[in-house]
C-alpha cells in the first residue's frame, strides 16, 4: 500500500499512474471520486449547500475505473464522462463538495475497498492520514505554486481548454486555501511521509526517488 498526496498540479496523479503501472499494482485516483460526486451534483442541479442531499447522492453514485488510470475508462451511472472529469467547473465544485463531512463519510468504505491484492497506488488529499493510515509508504509530493499552475495550463490547453494562466493561478490558490484549511481531512502530510518537492525535478527523477524509497522497504519495482 503506498499512498501520494499532495496539492493540485503537484505530479502525484502522473506519479501514482506509473508506479500502479510498474508494479502491477490496482489504482486509485481519489480526487476523480470527488469530481464524478461532483458532476452528479452538476447534473443534479444541487449546490454546496444541499449537504444531505449531496452525501446521498455520493453513497449511491455508480462509477466505474480503469487501473490502467485512463480517464477515457471513468464512467458515471454506465456513461463514459470524458473531458469534463477534469475540466474547470468540475474541478471547483469537486473542491466545494469535498469539503463536506457527509459527502467525505459517504465514500470512506468505497476507497478503503479498492485495497486488494497484490496492492495499491492511491493518490489524493488525506489517504495517507485517513483514508488508509496504516499505509507503509507514505509520500507527500508538493510543488511551488507557479509552478503547479504552468504544468495545469499546459494539461488544460493540451486538452484544447481555453484558460487564462493568471485566473489559474488564483484558482489554485483559492483550492490550495479550501483544502489545507478545512474542518474535515484536511490538506497536509501524515506525520510518517516522506516529503517530496518536484518543483524542480522531472517525472523521471521524483520516480527514481520512491523506488529508492521503495527498495529500502523491500518492495522491488
Ligand atoms: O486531485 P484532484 O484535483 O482530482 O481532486 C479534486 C478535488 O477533490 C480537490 O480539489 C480536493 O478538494 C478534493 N479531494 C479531497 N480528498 C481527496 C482527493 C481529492 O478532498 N482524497
Redesign the pocket.
Known sequence: MITI?GP?GSG??TIANALASQLGWHLL???????LVAIAALDAGLGPGDEEALAELAARLDVQFADSGDDQETKLNGARVGARL?SQEV?AM??RV??LAGV?AAIVKR?QDFRRPPGLVA?????GTV?FPDAPLKIYLTASVEVRAQRRYKQLKEKGESVNLSRLFRDIEE?DK??RT?RI?P?RPAADAVIIDSSELSIKEVLAKIKHLLEEKDISI
Open positions: 498526496d493540485l502525484k496523479g485516483d481519489s480526487g476523480a471520486l470527488y469530481r477534469r474541478s469537486a473542491s469535498a469539503a467525505r476507497q493518490d489524493g488529499r488525506d489517504m483514508i483550492r479550501r483544502d478545512r481531512a490538506l
